[in-house]
């Protein structure tokens, strides 16, 4: 690796082989080539004069690309599909006249991006359905656990930690949808010449249109695409990478609330995401057990969502039929945003399959906060002994401001269930107050949504995707 130059820290540090040869010259440039191979096959179909031996010289050289010959005819011409057409035309002296006959630059660009952007929702596809099975794995085995859930952040109600864990699942799920959505949409930008009108084929083939659309269906089906763009200028529209990237941007929001939701159970210490036996959590402090997972699918998802704006912009500002200022823009923007996807994914998949619970520290903080939730229920058992109501319902928030003041101001346990005992308005004793404080009474039907949420929505989701199951997700650092 050269250290006297920048190199990103996705391809160091964060996004997966994978998906960094997606994004990779090799893979472009042999994508043009089979474009440039689907187009000499499809015209020839259609009559016009490209033999068997110009098909067969292009298929030998498909993959093995003269890099050093197109970089420097590159620096000569400034233009890199024109570079990389004379490049092949080298290797293939017969053929060289009618590699991309008919076809204007965006031909390669345009339908190699949709394919690529294909290639890349496949793998996100495989690794959020990969982190959903982690995370059903986690709820089935938490499904009954009660724990405290929050609304602004303070003690609401009881709920289960694999309940939680669902609610993390269902926007994964929403995700996946998302990208399903996009990835079916994805249409090529077709053989439709320098400003969509398809002028030059018309040239070619006579001004039959008939055989212009089956050459742009013939590439299409050669390509592996049910479809093309119904119309277009010189590119396909620039609001398909953005329909794109939201999704990646909707991903990286729910790994951002999950991750958070961690992180603030890592301070109650009810949970943490997996740490390794020789793990340093702070070059300072020898005891700390950081969350740096989470911060780091935190901080990646931040970018990722500020990504969207890069072809959001690009899509308003496309005069016409087209400018080049999405060029530049676009060869970043588009690739970064699939690798912090992919860098994102395999934080969550790590994650997500070794998630420590503290069942104890669970139990005591819901146990600390319960005599609250149950004052209602101790109430309704006053009441069926004699007492009234309205008095009671004052005399249990006048001791629930008490014991909350005990708590916050002296630091000591919650009290309330020894100042109701000591209340003979209520009449109750310690053993029937306590039978009142079972949390498994409070959850409502949490375990039973689990259940069913995994059930209905998870399980046929993994039993028709079984590739996807079981992936794991070695970190770098």
Request: hydrophobic share 40%.
């Amino acid at each position: 690796m050269a250290h006297d130059r920048y190199i990103s820290p996705f391809s160091t540090r964060y996004a997966s082989d994978e998906m960094q040869y997606i994004f990779s010259d090799d893979n472009k440039f042999r994508t043009w080539r089979r474009l440039w191979i689907a187009l000499a096959k499809a015209e020839q179909k259609q009559g016009l004069a490209i033999t068997d031996e110009q098909i067969a010289e292009l298929e030998a050289h498909k993959d093995d690309i003269n890099y050093e010959e197109a970089a420097a005819r590159e620096k000569l011409v400034r233009h890199d599909v024109m570079s990389h057409v004379y490049a092949y035309g080298l290797q293939c002296p017969t053929a060289k006249g009618i590699i991309h006959l008919g076809a204007t630059s965006c031909y390669v660009g345009d339908n190699t991006d949709v394919i690529i952007m294909r290639q890349g929702l496949e793998l996100v596809r495989k690794k959020i359905i990969g982190t959903l099975a982690n995370l059903a794995k986690f709820a089935e085995e938490y499904k009954d656990m009660p724990c405290l859930a929050y609304t602004h952040c303070q003690p609401a109600q009881l709920t289960t930690v694999g309940k939680r864990a669902t609610l993390w699942m269902n926007e994964l799920y929403m995700d996946l949808q998302e990208v399903d959505h996009q990835a079916a949409s994805l249409a090529l930008r077709g053989v439709k010449g320098t400003t969509g009108t398809q002028a030059s084929f018309m040239e070619l083939f006579g001004g039959d249109s008939a055989k212009v659309k089956a050459v742009e269906a013939d590439v299409c089906a050669q390509m592996g695409f049910d479809k093309v763009v119904p119309v277009c200028g010189q590119t396909y529209s620039r609001k398909v990478d953005y329909n794109v990237l939201s999704a990646l941007a909707g991903l990286a929001q729910s790994a951002m609330k999950m991750a958070t939701d961690i992180r603030l159970l890592a301070n109650f210490k009810e949970m943490e995401e997996p740490f390794e036996k020789n793990q340093i959590g702070s070059s300072a402090m020898p005891y700390k057990r950081n969350p740096m997972r989470c911060e780091r699918i935190c901080a990646l998802a931040r970018y990722l969502m500020i990504d969207v704006l890069n072809p959001a912009v690009t899509a308003g500002t496309q005069w016409f039929e087209r400018t080049l200022d999405d060029s530049a823009n676009k060869r970043i923007a588009m690739a970064e945003g699939f690798l912090a996807a992919d860098a994102i994914l395999n934080i969550l998949l790590n994650v997500s399959d070794g998630l420590v619970v503290y069942p104890k520290v669970v139990r005591s903080r819901v146990m600390a906060e319960l005599p609250f939730m149950a004052s209602e229920n101790i109430m309704m058992k006053a009441v069926k002994k004699g007492g009234d109501r309205q008095e009671l319902h004052e005399r249990l928030r006048t001791h629930a401001v008490a014991a909350a003041a005990v708590v916050k101001q002296e630091g000591l346990p919650n009290d309330m269930i020894a100042r109701v005992e000591a209340d003979p308005a209520f009449g109750l004793s310690r053993e029937e107050i306590e039978s009142e404080l079972r949390p498994e009474a409070f959850t409502g039907r949490a375990p039973e949504q689990v259940s069913e949420y995994l059930r209905d929505y998870i399980r046929p989701l993994l039993d028709a995707n079984p590739d996807a199951v079981g992936q794991t997700a070695e970190l770098s650092v």
